[in-house]
Structure formats: structure tokens, C-alpha cells
Nanobody
Framework: QVQLVESGGGLVQAGGSLRLSCAAS????????MGWFRQAPGKEREFVSRIRWSGGNTYYADSVKGRFTISRDNAKNTVYLQMNSLKPEDTAVYYC?????????????????WGQGTQVTVSS
């Protein structure tokens, strides 16, 4: 089992920045893919970004490319999502997820473990 705990959400003005953290425990993550998803009110949960723990290969949704950066800290077993130039449409609950399967890591169904989510609200 992998336990994931997100933190760092909050209220920010448009154009501002936030950094989300996802602390993982329970397993060695060297073979895992870590992803971030988000769900806005009344909308489906959507992929934001993912990183392969081994090698650090990253991938982003077009909507956040150039504004968000995903990274990991091996010593802390933590994944981060640095969000810059935030827009009101980025408002959502952000979820961290993990999977040990070999996949592209852009679909919810590819992930086995999920955090509880953290709210991000961007005011205009």
C-alpha cells in the first residue's frame, strides 16, 4: 500500500503562485509514476501532470504546460507541483496519485493510489 497526503492548497489571486506537495509513504517509489489530477465543480477529474520517479521524465496537460512544474524529492519521498501564473480556471481540488504499472500515466484508470485532495481557488 502507498499512502499519499497532499498539502499546499489555498486561495490565491490570478497571476499568483502556489506549490502543492504530495508526501508518499508505505513503499519504495523508485518504479512508480506519480501524477497530479484536478477536479473542478461540476466537471470530470482531469489529468494535470505526471513524473516517473526513476529518471524524472515529466509530462503535462496542454492547459498547464509552461505554467506548472512537477518535481520530486527522493530524500523526502515527496512530489511537488509548482503552479505559476494561475488562472481562475485552475480552480479545482487537486489530487495526487501513484501507480506501479507501466503506462503513460495520463488516465485516472492507470493509477492505484490516491490522496484525499487539496483545494486550490484562484480569484479573478
Amino acid at each position: 500500500q502507498v499512502q499519499l497526503v497532499e498539502s499546499g492548497g489555498g486561495l490565491v489571486q490570478a497571476g499568483g503562485s502556489l506549490r502543492l506537495s504530495c508526501a508518499a509513504s508505505g513503499r519504495t517509489l523508485s518504479s512508480y509514476i506519480m501524477g497530479w489530477f484536478r477536479q473542478a465543480p461540476g466537471k470530470e477529474r482531469e489529468f494535470v501532470s505526471r513524473i516517473r520517479w526513476s529518471g524524472g521524465n515529466t509530462y503535462y496537460a496542454d492547459s498547464v504546460k509552461g505554467r506548472f512544474t512537477i518535481s520530486r524529492d527522493n530524500a523526502k519521498n515527496t512530489v511537488y507541483l509548482q503552479m505559476n501564473s494561475l488562472k481562475p480556471e485552475d480552480t479545482a481540488v487537486y489530487y495526487c496519485a501513484a501507480t506501479n504499472s507501466y503506462s503513460r500515466g495520463t488516465l485516472q484508470s492507470q493509477y492505484d493510489y490516491w490522496g484525499q485532495g487539496t483545494q486550490v481557488t484562484v480569484s479573478s
